[in-house]
């Protein structure tokens, strides 16, 4: 099965903040990697896929980038709303997993 | 819109079993493959698996085999988790989630089913 390394486990942030959450594949996934933001008591969304891709809806100020079998979300500027915890996930072959997940706090 | 509309919460003694539902609206039933989730408490999200909605055919991860059946009722646009013989480890949110522009991908989730299992 592919692992997927998620860090880190907890973020505090400031609002207006660049904040920056990776995964890192266990083995290529070429640009097969989706993020999804779960808020509390609520199901995950999905906010980027196919690595760079962001779903409908979701903010400019995310982003997700690539470097070898690393990926990274970006939050440009962190708002009240971003609030959250993070998952990456690879769709590159099943079984489909999941990294542990990112809590976003707010500081 | 796609919406995926889960039955309600569970509470269930150990030994027995759990059906939960997952209705679909919003676009076609059998045009995308419908795949579950399981959250525990407090914890991270583990796939348990995926049905073709086309052909009906059950893909479950290994953690899932045995005691999960996957079914589908088409024509209500509907598809169902089933688990037999309930243990405590299976207390846990289960979500159904539509597989998107590619094969894998999240695209919607439903509102997830508390299953708890207590004696």
Not at chain 1, 51 to 61: C, E, I, N, W, Y
Not at chain 1, 96 to 103: D, H, L, P, V
Not at chain 2, 3 to 15: A, F, I, M, T
């Amino acid at each position: 099965d592919i692992q997927m390394t998620q860090s880190p486990a907890s973020l505090s942030a400031s609002l207006e903040e660049i904040v920056t959450i990776t995964c890192q594949a266990s083995q290529n996934i070429g640009n097969w990697l989706a993020w999804y933001q779960q808020k509390p008591g609520k199901s995950p969304q999905l906010l980027i896929y196919g690595t760079t891709s962001l779903a409908d809806g979701v903010p400019s100020r995310f982003s997700g980038s690539r470097s070898g079998t690393q990926y990274s979300l970006k939050i440009s500027r962190l708002q009240v709303e971003d609030i959250g915890i993070y998952y990456c996930q690879q769709a590159s072959s099943t079984p489909y997993t999941f990294g542990a997940g990112t809590k976003l706090e707010l500081k | 819109q796609i919406q995926l509309v889960q039955s309600g919460p569970e509470l269930k003694k150990p030994g027995e079993s759990v059906k939960i539902s997952c209705k679909a609206s919003g676009y076609t039933f059998t045009d995308y493959a419908m795949h579950w989730v399981k959250q525990a408490p407090g914890k991270g999200l583990k796939w348990m698996g995926w049905i073709n909605t086309y052909t009906g055919k059950p893909t479950y991860a290994d953690d899932f085999k045995g005691r999960f059946v996957f079914s589908l009722e088409a024509s209500a646009s509907t598809a169902n988790l089933q688990i037999s013989n309930l243990k405590n480890e299976d207390t846990a949110t289960y979500f159904c989630a539509r597989d998107g522009v590619y094969y894998g991908l999240l695209g919607g989730w439903g509102q997830g089913v508390m299953v708890t299992v207590s004696s």
